[in-house]
Nanobody, 124 residues
Framework: QVQLVESGGGSVQAGGSLRLSCVAS????????VGWFRQAPGKEREGVAQ???????GYIDSVEGRFTISQDSAKNTVYLQMTNLRLDDAGLYVCAARISSGPCVLNKSWYNNWGQGTQVTVSS
């Protein structure tokens, strides 16, 4: 089981930026799909972005063009750069991973390794 530790959350005004980090206990590149999910109070956990073992990125429509997922294999880290943050981007951001030799699926039921999350607060 890969261990995942997130950091980088905080409070920011709408329009601001944050970079989240997800450090894995082993290099995910070439082996794991890694996804970023978020959960706002009273809402279901939703997938935001993911990166495949080969580095292919995917996003939900609401963050396309504002968020960028990337990985640094030397640091076993997957990043989520978030820009032009909106009030509805707030929530607990959690990274997840799953070994895959095929397509990644940005769904909370598909991923089977989870971190504890980092909180993102966006104010007006």
């Amino acid at each position: 089981q890969v261990q995942l530790v997130e950091s980088g959350g905080g409070s920011v005004q709408a329009g601001g930026s944050l970079r989240l980090s997800c450090v894995a206990s082993e290099n995910p590149s070439g082996k794991y799909c890694v996804g970023w999910f978020r959960q706002a109070p009273g809402k279901e956990r939703e997938g935001v972005a993911q990166i495949s073992p080969a580095g292919t990125q995917g996003y939900i429509d609401s963050v396309e063009g504002r968020f960028t997922i990337s990985q640094d294999s030397a640091k076993n880290t997957v990043y989520l750069q978030m820009t032009n943050l909106r009030l509805d981007d707030a929530g607990l951001y959690v990274c997840a991973a799953r070994i895959s030799s095929g397509p990644c699926v940005l769904n909370k039921s598909w991923y089977n390794n989870w971190g504890q999350g980092t909180q993102v607060t966006v104010s007006s």
